[in-house]
């Protein structure tokens, strides 16, 4: 009965401090999106960049900008891992190998955050903060970009301009993630997380052998790292390692930090399209489908199948931190794998068939309840998109959304969008099933291994970056599979996202009349979730089959 009363206690005080975020943070990322002044310290990047602030792109310039700055950070990140050796704070550390080199740029370019090395006997003090911290900040500032263009493409006229890749970029960085990232790297240190420059404690464990620890700067690092929906460890047990989370207020601050920008990003929505009440309902299709998600998972995991010693003690504890238990455990499982975020206090591949057959389920729905920072919001409003199109079919009229008519064109980038990540991550994981190098990596056979592969190329498609563990992932074949598919899937999307505003932005609005339909009231809410549920259904549906679903069967 307490771990219930604290378990409802705790999702409370979670709903309850992101409503009272909701108004103040939408509208102040509003203001970001749509500020005409530079600071000075904004200047001075767009003149050491050769940018000029004041002028507007055209989508194909706008994409052009995101890709360029992307290429460069992977080039980049990936020779400061290959000469970390020679690089200061490097722990004796040697240089990463070439293909995983190659998985860890991409992952972090990409805001995936797929990890397939332990944090702390890799990776130097200064790769971490220099090389793995910068992309949290930038590769989060890019999805909100993306975001920022898909938005102008509703609310412009007559153009092709969605803004300029490089201010969105530097104002979402400096104005948003950094101060945020800045306050709450103080919150975590003063709740217990570490943040030094030390090099190894060599410590006694409880069965009396010995353990080499690294200290490191990891709040700095904790915090951009959910702020931003990117995951990445500093250490290998993540967040459930004691030095990044150490107690049950750190874990709720952190799950608040992951799901913030994501769930406030609808108010910021409703205030550049003039309209507050479209994005209510956004956030209402978001809430319901994360409900539903925390309310399945953590039944399953309390009320699990079972004759284990963790099942008599009251669920399926194994693979979860004493000082967390199943409720936080759950939580948190659902709230990173409904963002695209890495981040994990427990071991999802020990879950209940049914608990990690929904954590699949959640990244297979796009991340889009809240979903990544800046992806979340226009993958659910490409969905959004469709499910007016559907609506507009059943009634005979040319559909409209926000005043913007949705033609052919438009309806060809927002298909275009919905089928990249399902191809990518069915195509990888049935490559992976169908050679037998891939297939001498899972450690588990059937139904179960077979998840640990669709968990691994859903999280690098949606790039999320969380792991089914059970998979040595660290191989040739899957650094360089998982790296590409992380690229695809990031990068792809973002091509039809921006034609689609391009397109939007091109059109004139077309006025309000009787047969418009409304996409503020309930009716649309329940349209766009069942619309979002029958097109993950209809798509993954098969592979769920083989995987979770077989083994609950079992």
């Known amino acids: 009965m307490n771990d219930t009363l604290a378990g409802w206690l705790q999702i409370l005080l979670l709903v309850l401090a992101l409503a009272l975020t909701f108004r103040p943070l939408g509208d102040h990322i509003a203001r970001v999106l749509t500020g005409t002044r530079h600071t000075k310290a904004e200047r001075l990047i767009y003149r050491a960049a050769g940018v000029h602030g004041d002028i507007d792109q055209t989508w194909p310039v706008y994409l052009r900008g995101v890709l360029a700055f992307s290429l460069v950070s992977t080039l980049f990140l990936y020779g400061f891992l290959r000469v970390q050796n020679l690089l200061p704070l490097s722990l004796g550390r040697g240089p990463v190998t070439p293909d995983l080199s190659f998985t860890t740029a991409a992952s972090f370019v990409t805001n995936t955050n797929w990890q397939s090395y332990a944090g702390e006997s890799t990776m130097g003090h200064l790769v971490q903060m220099a090389g793995l911290a910068v992309q949290n900040f930038v590769s989060a500032a890019v999805g909100i970009s993306v975001l920022a263009a898909l938005l102008r493409g509703f609310t412009r006229q007559s153009t092709g301009r969605v803004g300029n890749f490089w201010v969105d970029l530097t104002r979402i960085v400096v104005r948003l993630l950094l101060p945020l990232s800045f306050v709450f790297a103080i919150v975590l240190v003063a709740s217990g997380v570490i943040q030094n420059f030390h090099g190894f404690h060599d410590l006694t464990t409880l069965a009396g052998g010995h353990q080499s620890i690294p200290g490191g700067p990891v709040a700095s690092q904790e915090a951009i790292k959910e702020l931003g929906t990117n995951g990445g460890g500093f250490y290998n047990a993540n967040s459930a390692h004691p030095f990044e989370n150490p107690t049950a207020l750190t ?31 956004v956030i209402a299709v978001m809430a319901l489908l994360w409900a539903a998600s925390v309310a399945l998972v953590t039944a399953n995991e309390l009320h699990s199948v079972s004759s284990t010693a963790g099942h008599a003690a009251g669920g399926m504890a194994e693979g979860k931190e004493q000082r967390f238990g199943i409720w936080s455990s759950a939580l948190f499982a659902v709230s990173t794998t409904l963002t695209s975020c890495g981040a994990v206090n427990s071991a999802h591949d020990s879950y209940t068939p049914g608990g990690g057959g929904m954590t699949i389920f959640n990244m297979m729905l796009g991340e889009i309840a809240p979903g990544g920072t800046g992806s979340g919001l226009y993958g659910i409003l490409i969905l959004a998109v469709v499910a007016v199109f559907v609506a507009g079919l059943m009634v005979g009229r040319t559909p409209e959304y926000l005043g913007k008519k949705l033609r052919g064109r438009e309806m060809k980038f927002a298909s275009l969008y919905l089928l990249t990540t399902p191809l990518t991550v069915l195509v990888g994981a049935g490559l992976a099933m169908a050679f037998p190098g891939p297939r001498a990596a899972m450690l588990n056979t059937g139904p179960h291994g077979f998840s640990e592969v669709l968990y691994a190329f859903a999280s690098a498609a949606n790039n999320n970056g969380s792991a089914f563990a059970g998979l040595s992932a660290d191989t040739v074949w899957y650094n360089t599979a998982l790296g590409l598919v992380m690229l695809i899937g990031r990068f792809l999307p973002m091509v039809f996202v921006l034609a689609l505003a391009g397109s939007l932005a091109g059109q004139q609005p077309v006025p309000v009349t009787a047969g418009t339909l409304p996409t503020h009231r309930p009716q649309f809410v329940g349209l766009l979730t069942g619309v979002i549920l029958i097109v993950v259904g209809l798509t993954y549906f098969p592979a769920l089959a083989l995987g979770p679903l077989a083994e609950g069967l079992h």
Do not use: H, K, M, S
């Not at 874990?251 to 209510?280: K, S």
């Open 251 to 281: 874990n709720l601050i952190e799950i608040y930090l992951l799901l913030v920008i994501a769930v406030c990003l609808p108010r910021t929505f409703g205030a550049l399209v003039g309209d507050r009440r479209q994005g209510y309902a």
